[in-house]
């Protein structure tokens, strides 16, 4: 999948749409995306395809076409990739030898549990949250070798030392935030027993080598910036990115959008017949863009957009919006 790499110290800003090939993207996704992408298109941004593919079982066959496909036929585009992480593990390598080099990581032997947290974006209510929990620290000192083994399948996984004290940043929309990484998640995992880069430094360094300036995502992603920015910095990563994190669409009974809501994945309403633009209008109808529901192209709603409309609560899908798309 590989193709250019952005040029680095590129002027213009980047942002990125990373889906994770482990399901279709379903409604809630979309927006995000969509979101992401009218902010893009409207300031001047380039915008980077990537595919977060690094997640082992969880990566489903087909989902990556399928994703670009729905993002195309929404009517978005991207001008750098797709790239995917998996092909070449050499940035990540790289990366974490600079950890070792100043002494930053230390093996670990961790349940099966923490090593799936680690592979996966943490979203807010998902099964797997084991990296929720605080890492006390207790292989702090273990003796870390060479580094010739950090990203090889084996017996342990690989923590980062993270100092105390907050991490403070502006969201474009959430506000002032402020996070202490160590008090409340600790040392957290950066490549996992199965030889893989773990998601908080695969985004890092993806970010970085990709150029981008532009961090725009769901919320349930808020606390992962605290420990991305710590990567940044012991990394001397520079720019750091801005961060944008929009509020997630939930079901009626005020659970974050997944199966449990029923069928929402957008390749489902394409494949009843459901126009692309009746599904950018119920997303427009979410995000302030109209009034109330109606048919919109993508660029119709990029002209629209603007962050002051978007809803500062989360969004609910109801079964008007339902039937709405499928009258
Ligand atoms: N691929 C991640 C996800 O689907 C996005 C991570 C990010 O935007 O940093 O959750």
């Not at 002494?103 to 996966?120: D, N």
């Not at 109801?318 to 798309?325: N, V």
Request: net charge negative; glycine share 8%.
């Amino acid at each position: 999948m590989q193709t250019k790499m952005t040029p680095m110290n590129d002027a213009r800003p980047i942002t990125r749409l990373a889906p994770s090939p482990t399901g279709a993207l379903h409604l809630g996704n979309a927006r995000t995306f969509l979101i992401n992408w009218a902010m893009a298109r409207q300031q001047g941004w380039e915008i980077v395809l990537r595919m977060e593919d690094l997640d082992g079982p969880r990566v489903k066959p087909g989902a990556a076409e399928g994703a670009l496909a729905v993002l195309a036929w929404l009517g978005m585009d991207w001008d750098y990739g797709p790239y995917d992480q998996l092909a070449d593990l050499t940035p990540y390598r790289a990366a974490l030898e600079a950890l070792h080099a100043k002494g930053l990581v230390y093996p670990c032997t961790l349940t099966r549990s923490e090593i799936a947290a680690a592979r996966s974006a943490p979203h807010g209510d998902d099964e797997a949250s084991g990296s929720e929990l605080r890492y006390p620290g207790v292989s702090r000192g273990a003796d870390a070798g060479d580094g010739s083994d950090l990203l090889e399948e084996d017996e342990q996984a690989w923590r980062v030392t993270i100092p105390e004290g907050r991490v403070a940043f502006e969201d474009a929309l959430a506000g002032p935030q402020a996070f202490d990484v160590q008090a409340e998640v600790g040392d957290f995992i950066v490549a996992t027993k199965a030889g893989l880069p773990a998601y908080q430094l695969a985004v890092v360094v993806d970010d970085h080598r990709q150029g981008v300036t532009e961090v725009v995502r769901g919320d349930d992603l808020l606390s992962s910036a605290a420990r991305q920015l710590w990567l940044y910095r012991l990394l001397e990563y520079r720019p750091e990115p801005t961060y944008t994190h929009v509020p997630l669409v939930l079901g009626p009974d005020g659970r974050r959008l997944a199966k449990r809501h029923g069928d929402t994945r957008v390749d489902t309403y394409r494949q009843r017949g459901v126009r692309a633009e009746r599904v950018v209008g119920l997303l427009a109808s979410w995000c302030g863009v109209a009034d109330k529901r109606r048919e919109m192209t993508a660029a119709e709603f990029a002209a629209g957009f603007g962050p002051d409309r978007l809803p500062r609560e989360p969004t609910v899908f109801t079964a008007e919006d339902e039937a709405w798309l499928t009258q």
